[in-house]
């Protein structure tokens, strides 16, 4: 089947001069182009040409009717027919006739391979749309229950070490708790971020029948219970090294949460690398190590952050490990291998068990405060990791653009310069 496109006649022309202004000059109006058509082998035309991202009235109709027709009949079997009751079973019934009701308006005009597929669209789309909405409800309900603590700027300055459970919320915050994860998260990411990039490089440029062991172990520690984790090293280094709790031990224990992580993300991302820039170095005479510095850690650079963000976002709401080896404490600790040193999600376990109103109130604040400081890790980093390769911002284009206008006049300079200037010979 070949495909022809109709070209739309030029303005003006087969006698048609269009429309014209006072001035006596021809207006080009923008006249939307013909479609685009399908012909048969017969030469017949089959019909237009449709962008894939456009939808035909068909559809819309189709998605329109299925909308009505699922709730309307969940209202039927919940208000008049039947005994059923509850908000959750409704939405349930509703979208399996929403399901029910699309599926027989696609098949009257469409075969069963274009109504699979719009099913399955339906459903992925569906599917996404529940995840951000069960995530929206979070942050909006913890938000919404602790903005009765975020407007006190004590919240964010002090500690609990003055503040009993009576107290109102004007006394004592979340200080300690703040700064405790950002001292264990830190020293977590300066363990992880070189172990899991130097593992994942192993991986993909070393290989080899070990290799291919790392790959497992820690494809298996990517599902490991994060209470695992706290008792190893509660086991291994506070019963036979410190004997004693410390932010130290926590970081310890979210590295190992973390460390599966980065490296799974990070052997994904470096796959990604085309083969044919290192092809490019090595025939540049670059050696193995200098094109994985130089050419594939820089073209995986934003991925290489992506994989940093997703094992942070692990580590940093982590609650078990930090428990079994941080230990709680109301006061400000800035030392993490001396002493207890509390994180934000383990203050929010100790207020939220608490039966005070204020107290409460004061863990949902403090999850808000998390759900803040992830965020603004997440900014950071993207910042630090920037663009992917070859994408480059307005600001870059222009430095190339300058640069490549001060090379062009440099090498016009030189070549004027070095340049013999011919001499006439003196006529005898």
Do not use: C
């Amino acid at each position: 089947m070949s495909i022809t496109t109709l070209e739309r006649p030029l303005a003006g022309n087969d006698g048609d001069d269009g429309d014209r202004s006072a001035d006596g000059h021809a207006e080009t109006a923008a006249a939307p182009p013909a479609p685009t058509h399908i012909p048969s082998k017969e030469g017949i035309e089959v019909g237009p040409r449709r962008r894939l991202r456009e939808s035909t009235l068909d559809e819309r109709f189709n998605i329109l009717g299925a909308l009505v027709a699922g709730p309307t009949v969940a209202t039927l079997l919940f208000g008049w027919f039947t005994p059923l009751t509850g908000p959750i079973g409704w939405v349930v019934v509703a979208f399996l006739a929403f399901i029910g009701f699309y599926i027989l308006l696609v098949s009257l005009r469409s075969d069963r391979e274009e109504v699979k597929d719009r099913v399955l669209t339906v459903l992925l789309i569906s599917a996404g749309t529940i995840l951000f909405g069960a995530l929206a409800f979070v942050v909006v309900y913890t938000v919404g229950r602790g903005s009765v603590a975020l407007p006190h700027l004590n919240f964010f300055t002090e500690t609990m070490q003055l503040a009993g459970p009576l107290d109102g919320l004007d006394v004592g915050g979340i200080s300690h708790a703040i700064v405790g994860t950002l001292i264990q998260i830190s020293i977590a990411l300066a363990i992880t971020i070189p172990l899991g990039i130097t593992t994942a490089v192993f991986l993909n440029e070393i290989g080899g029948k070990f290799a291919r062991f790392v790959r497992t172990i820690s494809d298996a520690m990517t599902a490991l219970p994060s209470i695992v984790a706290g008792l190893f090293v509660y086991a291994a280094v506070i019963q036979l090294i410190t004997h004693q709790r410390s932010g130290f031990a926590a970081s310890l224990a979210i590295s190992v949460m973390m460390l599966p992580i980065i490296i799974r993300a990070s052997d994904v991302v470096l796959r990604l690398v085309p083969g044919n820039l290192r092809e490019a170095s090595y025939a540049l005479g670059s050696t193995r190590w200098r094109t994985v510095w130089s050419v594939v850690l820089p073209t995986a650079r934003s991925g290489l952050v992506t994989a940093v963000i997703l094992g942070t976002a692990r580590g940093i709401g982590e609650t078990s490990p930090v428990l079994l080896t941080s230990g709680i404490t109301a006061v400000m600790n800035l030392n993490p291998f001396e002493g207890p040193m509390i994180s934000l999600p383990l203050q929010v376990f100790d207020f939220v068990k608490s039966p005070e109103p204020n107290i409460i109130a004061r863990g949902f604040g403090t999850a808000a405060v998390l759900i803040l400081l992830v965020l603004l890790l997440f900014i950071v980093a993207r910042l630090i990791g920037g663009k992917g390769a070859g994408q480059l911002s307005d600001r870059q284009r222009r430095r190339v653009a300058q640069r490549s206008v001060d090379d062009l006049r440099r090498m016009t300079v030189e070549r004027y310069v070095l340049t013999p200037t011919p001499t006439k010979e003196p006529q005898k």
